[in-house]
Nanobody, 128 residues
């Protein structure tokens, strides 16, 4: 059964760093774009970043550019999100998602059911 399992969330002070990971199983990982999406308390889903199957193309929303880095290790079927210089406004549940298609980060985040696969999320809390 295909699944995505996120790890690495936690609590950190502003200016700190965290590295999230998302381990994929049950599908051909390299065929999928991988996405990080977040949801702050009481708000809708927000794009964070995405990366193509080969790891050669990445996109970021403006609010995380220069602070977050997405990467993938196809040998380990894992995608990562390195988050530096964290801010309180980065506090959210972070979800990993996979899709064979490329969703533009300029579009509204589709409902989780629109993605091929969606993880259970990992909580990130940034205090000031």
């Amino acid at each position: 059964q295909a699944q995505l399992v996120e790890r690495g969330g936690g609590s950190v002070q502003a200016g700190g760093s965290l590295r999230l990971s998302c381990a994929a199983s049950g599908f051909t990982f390299t065929n999928y774009w991988m996405y990080w999406v977040r949801q702050a308390p009481g708000k809708g889903f927000e794009w964070v970043s995405n990366i193509n199957g080969g790891g050669t193309t990445t996109y970021y929303v403006d609010s995380v550019k220069g602070r977050f880095t997405i990467s993938r290790d196809n040998a380990k079927n894992t995608v990562y999100l390195q988050m530096n210089s964290l801010k309180p406004e980065d506090t959210a549940m972070y979800f990993c998602a996979a899709d064979e298609g490329m969703w533009s980060l300029r579009s509204q985040v589709p409902a989780p059911a629109k993605f091929n696969y969606w993880g259970q999320g990992t909580q990130v809390n940034v205090s000031s």
